[in-house]
């Protein structure tokens, strides 16, 4: 194995671990039947947007699955290239 596999892995493990807390903190908005047959009378924009945990954390978890997939796809090109 070299450098580069190992330190790759070491990543892949770390994000892999963050997004599954990022998930698990994650607030769910289940309102049950009457709001996907009506809507929600929750608006995005109503509630201070990017400023809220809620949007912390979603920003979070969309941060760490892009560094997840690319460092999972230079480890396949490198491994490919590398032999």
Known sequence: MTAVNIISGIVLVIASVAIVLAVL????????????????????????????????????????????FVVAVIVNVVTAYLG
Request: glycine share 14%.
């Open 25 to 68: 903190f994650t607030d769910t908005h289940n309102s049950g039947l009457s709001s996907a047959i009506g809507g929600s009378q929750d608006s995005f924009f109503g509630r201070n947007g990017g400023n809220t945990r809620e949007a912390k954390i979603n920003r979070a978890t969309t941060i760490i699955t892009i560094v997840f």
